[in-house]
């Protein structure tokens, strides 16, 4: 079993700053990938930013050049710093790690942190 537990959402004015973290624990023998989704009301979730145990990232247009992924291997935590937040930033935030334990790939996903950007 893999746990993933985000912290960090809460409410920010637009134009404001907001760093989201993620945690994964439990059997757990290496992660390839951690990553951040997003899903507003409405609408399907979308992929915000992903880095591999490499260091490569990959960011939606959307949000380029105003959030930063980055990660702590050893501890085996993701991070989210948003800047410029706009209120299409809006939405629950979802934490993805996907690696290997001694058995079998898994995937997981976290319970999601609200980030709320009013106007």
């Known amino acids: 079993q893999v746990l993933v537990v985000e912290s960090g959402g809460g409410l920010v004015q637009a134009g404001g700053s907001l760093r989201l973290s993620c945690v994964a624990s439990?059997?757990?023998?290496?992660?390839?990938?951690m990553g951040w989704y997003r899903q507003a009301p409405g609408k399907q979730r979308e992929l915000v930013a992903t880095?591999?145990?490499?260091?490569?990232?990959n960011y939606a247009d959307s949000v380029k050049g105003r959030f930063t992924i980055s990660s702590d291997n050893a501890k085996r935590t993701a991070y989210l710093q948003m800047n410029s937040l706009k209120p299409e930033d809006t939405g629950v935030y979802y934490c993805?790690?996907?690696?290997?334990?001694?058995?079998?790939?898994?995937?997981?996903w976290g319970q999601g942190t609200q980030v709320t950007v009013s106007s």
């Open positions: 993805n790690v996907m690696g290997r334990n001694i058995f079998k790939p898994f995937n997981s």
């Open positions: 880095i591999t145990s490499g260091g490569d990232t």
């Open positions: 439990g059997m757990i023998s290496s992660i390839n990938t």
